[in-house]
C-alpha cells in the first residue's frame, strides 16, 4: 500500500469524466490495491474524502471517512469508511445549504457552495453489492463534492459568488461562522 500524490487544480486529468468500474474488475486485487492506497492517501493528507481522479486514476471510485468531533470543518458527527464504486445521486429534497468547502486538490483555499441537502446515494461496495444510503446536511455536501470529481467538475466551479473563495487562514480569520 502507498501514499500516493494527489494532483492539483490545473492538471487536466482532474476535467475528465472518469470511466466507470468494470463489474468484473470489482472483486479484483488490482481494484483493492487502488483502494487501499485511496485510504492511506486520504489518511496522509488529512482530508474526509477523496476520489481516484485526485490521484490521476480515471475510474469512478470514491472514498469518504468522517471520523466526527472537531475538524476544519467544524463539529461532525462520524461516517465509517465508505468505498463508492461507479455511485450515483437522487436528489430528495430541493432545499440547499451551503458550507465552505476545501479539497485536497485545491489546497489552502476555501470557497461557499450551495448544495442539496437531502440526497440519496447508491453505489456498489467492494464485494459487488448494490447499497444505498441516505445522506443529510453537510454529508450530503461532502457526497456531492466527491462525486463531482468523477465528472470533472472541483467545487470552485460551483461557487455562485468568487467573492467567496478565500485563503484558508483568511478564511478562518475573517469568515469562519462565530456561532460554529
Ligand atoms: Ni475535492
Redesign the pocket.
Known amino acids: 500500500m502507498a501514499v500516493r500524490k494527489i494532483i492539483r487544480m490545473g492538471h487536466p486529468a482532474l476535467r475528465r469524466v472518469a470511466r466507470a468500474v468494470p463489474a468484473e474488475d470489482i472483486g479484483s486485487a488490482a481494484l483493492h490495491r487502488l483502494v487501499a492506497d485511496m485510504i492511506d492517501t486520504l489518511h496522509d493528507y488529512g482530508g474526509i474524502?477523496l476520489?481516484a481522479p485526485?490521484i490521476n486514476e480515471s475510474f469512478r471510485l470514491a472514498i469518504v471517512e468522517i471520523r466526527g468531533g472537531s475538524s476544519r470543518y467544524g463539529e461532525l458527527a462520524p461516517m465509517p469508511l465508505t468505498v463508492c464504486v461507479n455511485p450515483t445521486i437522487d436528489v430528495c429534497g430541493a432545499e440547499c445549504a451551503g458550507y465552505w468547502e476545501g479539497?485536497?486538490?485545491?489546497p489552502g483555499l476555501r470557497g461557499f457552495v450551495q448544495r442539496p441537502q437531502h440526497i440519496r446515494v447508491a453505489f456498489t461496495d467492494l464485494r459487488g453489492e448494490r447499497r444505498s444510503i441516505v445522506a443529510k446536511g453537510f454529508l450530503a455536501t461532502v457526497f456531492q463534492?466527491?462525486f463531482?470529481?468523477l465528472d470533472g467538475k472541483?467545487?470552485v466551479d460551483r461557487i455562485a459568488d468568487p467573492r467567496q473563495l478565500a485563503f484558508e487562514e483568511e478564511y478562518v480569520r475573517y469568515l469562519l461562522p462565530s456561532d460554529g
Open positions: 474524502g476520489a485526485q479539497c485536497l486538490s485545491v463534492h466527491e463531482d470529481h472541483l467545487y
